[in-house]
């Protein structure tokens, strides 16, 4: 078979610190976990091949710093994306509500052509925590910023964990599948 030309796939992960980004990531490519917490400086990406529907895409996954001030991130580094994931945590309310605003800096750093669609998706991390301490009534709240705050439109969301690789590769295959769409 001949050496096509592989489809890279450039998807940015975004929210609050401490969500699991580079967690859910490394869950993802390199099939690890750690319970130590070790903040994201800047931004550093990992790629991955997958196959969607026959064919070979090349995912460069983007991790990014949640807290601000280790963000350092020029506009080229939102140019081309295909995908933006946008990540919060299951037990922390804020990192919830604070979708939109991540949602927000992307459409705003990025200039997309298409900001009504497109492609964005809601990851929910750390869901094998214990029930008491997630976000009670999750949904509603998830309609509300569904509905509000993240401009109206509805996007798949993903409930994951990172610890436990619960739905991780389901999640980033369809991100995969959602990055070949916009590419
Ligand atoms: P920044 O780089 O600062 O933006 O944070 P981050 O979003 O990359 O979070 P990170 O992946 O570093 O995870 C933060 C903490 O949450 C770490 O202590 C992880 O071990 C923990 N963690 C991540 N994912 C999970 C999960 O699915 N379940 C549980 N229980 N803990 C998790
Ligand atoms: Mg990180």
């Not at 890279?8 to 975004?14: F, P, R, Y």
């Not at 091949?49 to 995912?59: M, Y």
């Not at 299951?90 to 939109?100: A, G, R």
């Not at 992307?106 to 900001?115: E, M, R």
Request: charged share 20%; aromatic share 8%; hydrophobic share 40%.
């Amino acid at each position: 078979m001949s050496a096509r030309k592989k489809t890279l796939l450039k998807v940015i992960v975004l929210g609050d610190l401490g969500v699991g980004k580079t967690s859910l990531m490394q869950q993802f490519v390199n099939k690890k976990f750690s319970h130590q917490y070790k903040a994201t400086i800047g931004a550093d990406f990992l790629t991955k091949d997958l196959t969607i529907d026959n064919k070979t895409v090349s995912l460069q996954i983007w991790d990014t710093a949640g807290q601000e001030r280790f963000q350092s991130l020029g506009v080229a580094f939102y140019r081309g994306a295909d995908c933006c994931v946008l990540c919060y945590d299951v037990t922390n309310e804020k990192s919830l509500n604070n979708l939109s605003s991540w949602k927000d800096e992307f459409l705003v750093q990025s200039n997309v052509s298409n900001p009504q669609d497109f492609p964005f998706i809601i990851i929910g991390n750390k869901i094998d925590v214990d029930e008491s301490k997630k976000i009670p009534s999750l949904q509603k709240k998830l309609l509300n910023i569904t509905n509000n705050q993240l401009g109206g439109l509805n996007y798949p969301l993903f409930e994951t964990s990172a610890k436990d690789s619960i739905n991780v590769e389901t999640a980033f295959e369809n991100v995969a599948r959602m990055a070949l769409q916009q590419e």
